[in-house]
């Protein structure tokens, strides 16, 4: 399974927003000593092995969130306020667009990953979103793959916060995904 580099450039920016261009060039220096695919610039279409970008990503989280994997949540969250914000997607989506957002996430997870899926299946007001496939299961993926779902649902609803469950997660041990999400009516 692969990475695209759109997903190492989305912790690139928001390292360098909140933690500065100098923190972020000395911890990359230190990741391209670990891992070579690091030293080579990253393109958005570059693709990187997952063990590499799970190890970059746990360093990321050790270095600037003192390891907590709930910061992999608001990875997610800060992306995908940047996305619809400013990013890739502003155009595509506009206010209470939320639930035609929540049927284009898979597209999301094809975008980032060479391997999985993410299914999106909403009934009335009930969105229930599940990753399967995996062969690598990690924390990273539920966390921040959900998290930029709950943070597009929140940005675009326009609501402080889109109430969910998990029925299921690589957190908890299980080999797949399943959060289900309650939309606004």
């Known amino acids: 399974m692969d990475v ?20 972020w060039k000395s911890f990359l220096a230190e990741q391209a000593k670990r891992d070579p695919v690091f030293a080579q610039p990253i393109m958005p279409v570059t693709r990187i092995p997952a063990d ?11 270095r600037f969130y003192a390891g907590d994997p709930k910061a992999y949540w608001q990875y997610g969250i800060k992306s995908a306020e940047y996305a619809l914000g400013q990013g890739q997607l502003k155009t595509m989506f506009g206010k209470d667009d939320f639930r035609r957002f929540a049927l284009f996430t898979p597209g999301i997870w094809k975008g980032y ?13 009930q969105l229930d979103l599940r990753i399967t496939g995996v062969p690598r299961p990690h924390v990273y993926f539920e966390l921040a793959v959900m998290g930029f779902a709950a943070g597009g649902l929140t940005y675009l609803s326009g609501r402080k916060e889109i109430p969910h469950e998990v029925l299921k997660g690589f957190s908890k041990g299980d080999l797949e995904v399943l959060y289900r999400f309650t939309l606004p009516a």
Do not use: C, D, I, P
């Not at 590499?52 to 050790?62: C, P, Y």
């Open 52 to 62: 590499s970008f799970l190890r970059f990503n746990e360093a990321l989280t050790q």
């Open 4 to 23: 695209k580099g759109v997903a190492f450039l989305a912790r690139q920016t928001m390292a360098v927003q909140a933690f500065g261009e100098a923190a």
């Open 113 to 125: 990953f060479t391997e999985g899926e993410l299914t999106a299946q909403l009934q009335g007001t």
